[in-house]
């Protein structure tokens, strides 16, 4: 993987500094929902991870409640959808003929069948979003270190005047 924090398919320009984390986040909404989209998103969050723990990422309070709340919406809205979703993977009873055994069969395939199904993409795109979360809150850590070896600096810079 590489190290950028990217979802689309196509090449981008390396970010200035400081804009990697950025670039991630304003694409964070833009990820369709089929496979392709769920990895992308989910290598682009562990992509963000790694750059928030190298220290390439760094973020203030406003910006990681507004992105940490879209996260939230996107988890806590699949929640409460998660047993409506386990109920399309039962098989439904469509009646004894072969065509209403395939049609029934076609349905679980569509909604948790393979690695193309509905439901394990979902699975993939939250682990993607509590990843971001995770990134965040490191990339705040950041913020914060930063923000307060400033301050000494700052502090040793006026004591020596």
């Not at 304003?26 to 290598?43: C, F, I, M, Y």
Request: proline share 4%; net charge negative; glycine share 10%.
């Amino acid at each position: 993987m590489s190290s950028d924090a990217s979802f689309s398919d196509q090449p981008i320009a390396a970010p200035a500094s400081g804009d990697a984390g950025s670039n991630f986040l304003s694409g964070l909404l833009n990820t369709p929902v089929d496979p392709a989209g769920a990895k992308r998103l989910n290598e682009g969050a562990e992509g963000l991870k790694n750059l928030a723990l190298n220290g390439g990422f760094a973020i203030n309070q406003a910006g990681l409640d507004k992105y940490t709340k879209v996260c939230d919406e996107f988890i806590d809205g699949y929640r409460g959808i998660e047993y409506e979703l386990e109920v399309l993977a039962w098989k439904p009873r469509m009646g004894a003929s072969d065509y209403a055994e395939q049609v029934a069969q076609f349905n679980v395939k569509v909604a948790a069948g393979d690695e193309q199904s509905l439901v394990p993409n979902l699975e993939l795109l939250i682990q993607g979003f509590q990843q971001v979360k995770e990134a965040l809150a490191i990339a705040r850590r950041n913020y914060r270190e930063t923000e307060d070896a400033h301050t000494q600096t700052f502090a040793k810079l006026r004591g020596s005047e």
